[in-house]
């Protein structure tokens, strides 16, 4: 495992699936890690866990994505605990699925204002800290359905697209400060969130991927990890597909 010399991190998301995994594995690569999620009990309770396991420091922090203030004091209580944040992972999302004609309003707004106002919010509030110390690395999680879409999840491949763009123009404003910006895009990975799939939709999913198998949270922990180390410094506004193959 390649070492990232002392970042600090903040991943949002970090209590369970890919965010806990991304926390675990900058944790044992010695960086001191924040993690938030939206109850403060179980995002201090993962922390503390990690810590323990790791000796790394790791804090937990309770915070509404989709709230621009909420992520504003996020970002001020992290840097005040642990320091100015050198890398940030974008990975709290929601789904809220359904067939457009029958989609609430609710439905939409809710999964857009935490999947992309989110990753707005966070990236706008963290720049700031990197554009002064003229360094950062950014990496945002979208999904192989913003690339290419998913019928019964318009809103849900809306926001994730709009991740892929969002961050291509970010890449281009940041990256004369020595700040990337990148996506990664997983497939089907198991997570709390695919937990509910029905044995036949599994089975149709992984005839479609060539690998022959489902990803994990650690697959996908590991591309982020290698985009937020200095070995990825030439590298921005790429997006990163770990899906086994499904998308092509």
Not at 85 to 113: F, Q, Y
Not at 158 to 169: E, L, N, Y
Request: charged share 20%.
């Amino acid at each position: 495992m390649t070492s990232i010399p002392g970042p600090i991190v903040l991943v949002t998301g970090g209590t369970r699936g890919i965010g806990r995994a991304c926390v675990e594995a900058f944790a044992a690569s010695g960086a001191k890690v924040a993690l938030c999620g939206r109850s403060a009990d179980a995002a201090e309770g993962v922390a503390r866990e990690i810590a323990e396991r790791t000796g790394a420091t790791v804090r937990g922090y309770a915070a509404d994505m989709g709230n621009s203030d909420s992520v504003d004091a996020l970002v001020k209580s992290v840097s005040e605990d642990l320091g100015p944040i050198t890398v940030l992972v974008n990975n709290a999302g929601i789904t809220r699925d359904g067939l457009l004609m029958r989609m609430k309003n609710d439905d939409w707004d809710e999964v857009l204002r935490t999947n992309l106002n989110g990753v707005f919010y966070c990236c706008r509030a963290v720049s700031r800290g990197m554009i002064k110390q003229r360094y950062g690395r950014i990496v945002n999680i979208s999904s192989i359905v913003g690339l290419h879409g998913q019928g019964g999840q318009s809103n849900y491949a809306a926001a994730k697209a709009g991740i892929i763009g969002f961050t291509k123009a970010l890449a281009q404003e940041l990256a004369a400060r020595n700040i990337t910006a990148n996506v990664v895009a997983p497939g089907y990975i198991k997570t709390d969130m695919t937990a509910n799939l029905g044995e036949d939709v599994r089975a149709k999913l992984l005839d479609r991927i060539p690998a022959g198998r489902e990803g994990n949270p650690g697959d996908v922990a590991e591309a982020v990890r290698f985009l937020a180390s200095p070995q990825a410094s030439y590298i921005t506004g790429h997006v990163l597909c770990v899906d086994g193959g499904l998308g092509m």
